[in-house]
């Protein structure tokens, strides 16, 4: 399968490792929002029978990362897409399947055109983490850069 026929998630199941270990489900993955699911999985939870706050974090990230590979796609042959810094609050205790779901903090096409003027954009992705009944459990700021390559 050709990177132009892959999805998202599996982009970045085959590109980065670690966004395959925790089984994660790409539910949705488009230039304004990425969801993702984390199922529940015994062997990924902490000391109180919920999610471990690293798969958390790993979720948060991945689902932030599929946004910027939804709306930066078409930049990779000039520019690599890298997490500057991250910043996570856990508000609730979860419990059983999770689920990120991703939002750019600014306009795709502001951050492109600072890369069009040779410079290297920085921008942030709001993640929001969910129980399945809909309480907020975390939130997440992932700061992200496009890299110009060369």
């Known amino acids: 399968m050709s990177a132009d026929q892959m999805t998202i998630g599996e982009m970045l199941a085959a ?7 925790l089984n994660l489900e ?3 993955t ?17 000391h109180v029978g919920g999610p471990h706050a690293g798969a958390m974090f790993t979720l948060g990230e991945s689902a932030s990362g599929a946004i910027v590979l939804a709306a930066f796609g078409e930049q990779l042959s000039r520019a690599v897409p890298l997490a500057v810094r991250a910043e996570i609050a856990y508000k609730k205790l979860a419990m059983g399947p999770v689920t990120a779901t991703a939002t750019l903090g600014r306009p795709a096409a502001d951050v492109v055109a600072e890369l069009d003027a040779g410079m290297r954009p920085e921008f942030s992705v709001a993640v929001a983490i969910q129980r399945a009944d809909g309480a907020v459990t975390g939130e997440m700021t992932v700061v992200w850069t496009l890299r110009p390559n060369g």
């Open 15 to 21: 590109t980065v490792p670690m966004a395959r270990t």
């Open 30 to 46: 488009t230039p304004e929002k990425a969801v993702v699911n984390l199922p529940d999985q015994s062997e990924y939870h902490n």
């Open 26 to 28: 790409f539910v949705e």
